[in-house]
């Protein structure tokens, strides 16, 4: 069963616009952390933001925030004033435990984001 | 700049060949995570080591096998390699420690293989 949902292959927005790309998990586990990472075309993976289960307030990084619905099971990213450079694929990720006590990322299939001037 | 290195950037082999792709992670961190992201399969978990033991195994192929060494660099070994190898691999690393923590896994810059 798929873990990690994003729903939205592509997402156009204008520059200086907000964006928000969405994000849905599913887990069984109280404790648990979220991720965002960016890929430019250049193919790095970049981290942005993470939110974990029980933080109280929505993480911010900058113009990067997550709006953490833990009922809805939903960690969307925000994206304020978009910049041309803003342009790449946003992967969201969950911390998933395995055998033996250690921890892994598992990764939605990512949303492709055009920044338009 | 994450802090992580990876070499080569690029690697392009012929099927049947064996490669070895190198990670340093960042000063400090113990764990190296191994991951593949390919067009079909998406970014997929390798394997884990922590201070030089294996850690965790995802869906690493038996053609294929790491380690991590005393200065903590991880090496990941790809042999019998076939068209379906190519992939861009990335090495992330984090502090690691064991159980439920608030790590971050830093990302390298990634190697891209490709299988002719």
């Known amino acids: 069963a798929q873990k990690i949902t994003q729903t939205q292959p592509g997402m156009f927005v204008q520059e200086k616009e907000a964006v928000t790309l969405d994000c849905t998990y599913d887990t069984s586990d109280p404790s648990y952390g979220l991720f965002w990472y960016k890929q430019p075309s250049s193919g790095e993976m970049i981290f942005l933001i993470y939110?974990?289960?029980?933080?109280?307030q929505n993480a911010t990084e900058g113009r990067y925030s997550l709006n953490f619905q833990k009922a809805r099971k939903s960690a969307n990213l925000v994206i304020s004033a978009s910049q041309l450079g803003d342009s790449a694929m946003y992967f969201c990720?969950?911390?998933?435990?395995?055998?033996?006590?250690?921890?892994?990322?598992?990764f939605g299939k990512g949303t492709k984001l055009t920044v338009n001037p | 700049d994450s802090g992580v290195t990876q070499t080569p950037k690029h690697l392009i082999t012929a099927t049947g060949q064996r490669v070895t792709l190198r990670c340093s992670p960042r000063s400090g961190d113990l764990s190296v995570y191994w991951y593949q992201q390919s067009l079909d399969q998406g970014l997929q978990f390798l394997i884990q080591?922590?201070?030089?033991?294996?850690?965790a195994k995802g869906n690493i192929l038996e053609r294929f096998s790491a380690q991590q060494f005393p200065d903590l660099h991880s090496e990941l070994n790809l042999s019998s390699l076939e068209l379906g190898d190519s992939a861009l691999y990335f090495c992330?690393?984090?502090?690691?420690?064991?159980?439920?923590?608030?790590?971050?896994?830093?990302f390298g810059p990634g190697t891209r293989l490709t299988v002719l």
């Open positions: 080591y922590y201070n030089g033991e294996e850690r």
């Open positions: 992330a690393s984090s502090v690691g420690e064991l159980g439920p923590s608030t790590d971050t896994q830093y």
């Open positions: 990720a969950m911390r998933e435990a395995t055998q033996g006590g250690s921890e892994k990322l598992v």
């Open positions: 939110q974990g289960s029980y933080d109280q």
